[in-house]
């Protein structure tokens, strides 16, 4: 089955560092990547659709500023937390969809915590 | 406006019994595809099952079935045989069509305790 690597896994850093996180299709290209973003016991909250060559569709209420995303490539989206702060604080994880089947797959998550 | 609703925050089933999860949904969209994903405490999320809003039969797969009532607007998902690795959180999700099949709406969750 289609395969999405998310890297890194875990991010413990300072306030008012930038974090990247990358998301890579293994086995497929993808022309279109979705970041999500969950706090403890709650659902996925879609954050941003990652569009190859064009920019991306942010959710009401998420900054684009705050949250910049660059998709390169038909394999990798990258999803960069500028000056992040404690509240950014939170677990990020990203998916796509290969076109070949239905559902969407999705990476292991990044667990971000800012000091 | 599309939605979906689990109205169970946490469920109990004693191993090796069955049990269900609930999920409604509401959309406009006449097509769409529907889907149950697993999260254990490590995070990842695990694609379990899907149905298509035109699918005569119920999906399956192994222990997983997903009981599709169109009319109902419901796509409950029933685990059979449950085993203590089933213990976890279990979303249920739906991507109309109009989206171009690919946004993805999930519901709020149900958490999984399987009882030794």
């Known amino acids: 089955g289609a395969v999405v690597s998310q890297h890194p896994s875990r991010v413990i850093c300072k306030s008012g560092t930038s974090v990247k996180i990358e998301c890579r299709s293994l086995d497929f290209q993808a022309t279109t990547m979705f970041w999500y973003r969950q706090f403890p016991k709650q659902s996925l909250m879609l954050m941003a659709t990652s569009n190859e060559g064009s920019k991306a569709t942010y959710e009401q209420g998420v900054e684009k500023d705050k949250f910049l995303i660059n998709h390169a490539s038909l394999t990798l989206s990258t999803l960069t937390v500028t000056s992040a702060h404690p509240e950014d604080s939170s677990f990020y994880i990203c998916?796509?969809?290969?076109?070949?089947?239905?559902?969407?797959?999705f990476g292991d998550g990044t667990r971000l915590s800012i000091l | 406006a599309q939605k979906i609703t689990q109205t169970q925050p946490g469920m109990f089933v004693q191993e090796k019994e069955a049990v269900t999860l609930d999920c409604t949904y509401d959309?406009?969209?006449?097509?769409?595809?529907l889907f149950w994903y697993k999260q254990p405490s490590s995070g990842e999320m695990i694609f379990l099952i899907y149905?298509?809003?035109?699918?005569?039969q119920n999906a399956t797969e192994g222990r997983y079935s997903l009981n599709f009532q169109k009319a109902r607007k419901s796509a409950n998902l029933v685990i059979s045989a449950s085993q203590l690795g089933d213990s976890a959180m279990y979303f249920c999700?739906?991507?109309?069509?109009?989206?171009?099949?690919?946004?993805?709406?999930f519901g709020a969750g149900t958490r999984l305790f399987v009882k030794a």
């Open positions: 999700a739906m991507s109309p069509a109009t989206t171009g099949g690919f946004k993805t709406i």
């Open positions: 998916s796509a969809r290969d076109l070949r089947d239905q559902p969407q797959h």
């Open positions: 959309t406009s969209d006449p097509s769409y595809g």
């Open positions: 149905q298509g809003s035109y699918d005569q």
